[in-house]
């Protein structure tokens, strides 16, 4: 206990805690999965991630303001290991291949610097790829004259 004679301070904190201290630490597949999509997102080329239906409840959840920074991201970990599986939506006309060797690279980086595991693997999945005029295309066009009466 802290008194007047004993005062804590950082040196008898230190001498206190001095040694190991032990403990285990468990980082759930979500939290993973969530830091590598945050990663795999600041990639150029990289549209959006999930594909088909993820995708349209991901803008759902947007609209409402509750995206899922892990969608599109499958985990398996193990131990030591993690593998990684990306599916994503390629901006046109970013090569695939190098979309796909910069997404590993930041997957990679993201598990090693932050989580602390070694990356087995890490597999992508392009299921699509998106083409700026499909956004014009959203937008309702004027109404094209009758063909017929």
Not at 9 to 17: F, R
Not at 70 to 90: I, K
Request: glycine letters at 10%; hydrophobic letters at 45%.
């Amino acid at each position: 206990m802290a008194n007047a004679q004993n005062p804590i301070t950082p040196a008898t904190l230190a001498a206190a805690t001095a040694g190991p201290v032990t403990g285990n630490t468990v980082i759930e597949d979500g939290v993973i999965a969530k830091v590598v999509g945050i990663a795999v997102r600041e990639v150029n080329g990289v549209y959006g991630l999930g594909g088909g239906v993820a995708r349209v409840i991901g803008a759902v959840r947007d609209a409402v303001g509750n995206t899922d920074l892990s969608q599109g991201v499958s985990v398996e970990v193990g131990e030591t290991e993690v593998a990684v599986d990306v599916s994503l939506v390629a901006a046109y006309p970013v090569p695939l291949q190098k979309i796909a060797d910069e997404v590993r690279h930041a997957a990679a980086k993201a598990i090693t610097d932050l989580v602390g595991m070694s990356v087995a693997e890490v597999n992508v999945t392009v299921s699509d790829v998106h083409i700026p005029s499909d956004d014009d295309q959203a937008e309702p066009a004027e109404p094209a004259e009758a063909r017929v009466r």
